[in-house]
């Protein structure tokens, strides 16, 4: 059975010319500490703030919001009750949730803060204050890979899964997540697999961690068709996203015409992460912002939320997330002085191979999506 052509707003709200955006930050944050070096390090907020204080020299407004610590209630939307209750016991301690996932005495306290501070967002978004609907939240811990019942992979709770689902709280029908960090979001995947109103998408490295994002993965149950994996091979750089959100996301998202888009927003794509192996440039991030921007204009009232996950190059997070804020807000110019290390040029033909991956992915689609 298709779905493409049910869900078209019949008068989609105007779209947002502002310079403003909401912003999530918290001192809180940076507290979340290993006891030695590991690559998700608070440092990553430094990069990020660069990455506002540059985009405040040129002209973006960001009204920043007082973020909250989630209630029990609220996690439990997407948590166990059982794994909240695993938090609360290592709260105050060091430790790990596994060899990847560290916590330092006041690693729960923030992820508590910055799932909180993900709903805070949506709450400012959906409330349009002063006529701004788009915003960013650049939040510690990440979120993507934490599932229903654990935590794993750099992350504790799962931002994007719970500001959807308080969406959904709020009376949103359809909430579009576009996951576009390096690894699969199979936490978020895991959290909607059956749920026709969350409209999950993610473009990442495959097979890579966490091994999960196959093409295949297409949903279950009623929620068949709204999980689209599009899993690329290594040294995917621009011409393939772009590519890819041509012949695949914006297709999918125009014919689903999300009431809200959230975007996964990690930057280990970027030809300079020493994690993963693609080679994505600050411009091809501006390229995905862009086309998210349309989008949400058309179908959303312009209502877009950016939640921080993975990015471990400095230099090409706040690049990238630099490149990222100036298309969300309208400005499409290219040029953010700082080198794209390994990158193919944006120009560059997409490869077979890649060509290949995206065909395969369209076939798996074609039973619920119009090409």
Request: with cysteine; charged share 20%; hydrophobic share 45%.
């Amino acid at each position: 059975m298709r779905l493409f052509c049910a869900f078209r707003t019949a008068n989609p709200q105007a779209a947002v010319s502002s310079r403003r955006l909401f912003l999530v930050d918290d001192p809180l944050f940076d507290e979340h500490r290993a006891r030695g070096y590991h690559p998700e390090r608070p440092e990553r907020l430094l990069a990020a703030r660069h990455a506002i204080s540059h985009s405040e020299s040129a002209g973006i407004t960001f009204d920043r919001l007082a973020p909250r610590d989630a209630t029990a209630d609220e996690i439990v939307r997407v948590h166990t009750e059982q794994y909240v209750e695993v938090l609360e016991a290592k709260q105050g301690l060091f430790g790990a949730l596994d060899e990847d996932t560290f916590l330092g005495p006041r690693s729960v306290a923030a992820a508590y803060r910055a799932a909180g501070g993900a709903l805070s967002l949506v709450d400012a978004i959906l409330d349009g204050k002063e006529g701004t609907r788009r915003g960013v939240a650049i939040v510690r811990p990440p979120g993507h890979h934490a599932r229903p019942d654990r935590g794993m992979g750099f992350c504790l709770l799962n931002n994007v899964a719970l500001a959807a689902a308080h969406a959904r709280a709020r009376g949103i029908e359809r909430v579009a997540i576009v996951d576009w960090d390096v690894h699969h979001g199979n936490g978020t995947q895991e959290a909607f697999f059956a749920d026709p109103n969350v409209l999950f998408v993610s473009l990442h490295q495959y097979p890579f961690y966490p091994g999960s994002g196959s093409s295949a993965e297409l949903g279950q149950g009623a929620g068949a068709g709204f999980n689209v994996n599009i899993p690329l091979s290594a040294n995917a750089g621009d011409p393939t996203y772009r590519a890819a959100f041509d012949q695949l996301v914006l297709p999918v998202l125009e014919q689903y015409a999300p009431q809200l888009v959230l975007v996964s927003a990690g930057f280990d794509a970027h030809a300079r992460d020493p994690l993963a192996g693609m080679a994505v440039t600050s411009e091809g991030f501006r390229s995905m912002a862009k086309a998210i921007r349309q989008i949400a204009d058309s179908t959303a009232g312009g209502r877009v939320g950016l939640l921080l996950e993975g990015g471990y190059d400095l230099e090409g997070l706040e690049s990238s997330l630099l490149a990222t804020l100036s298309a969300v807000v309208g400005d499409d110019a290219p040029s953010v002085p700082v080198a794209d290390g390994k990158a193919a040029p944006s120009a560059a033909p997409l490869s077979s191979r890649h060509g290949l991956e995206l065909e395969r992915t369209r076939r798996d689609l074609a039973a619920y999506w119009k090409a």
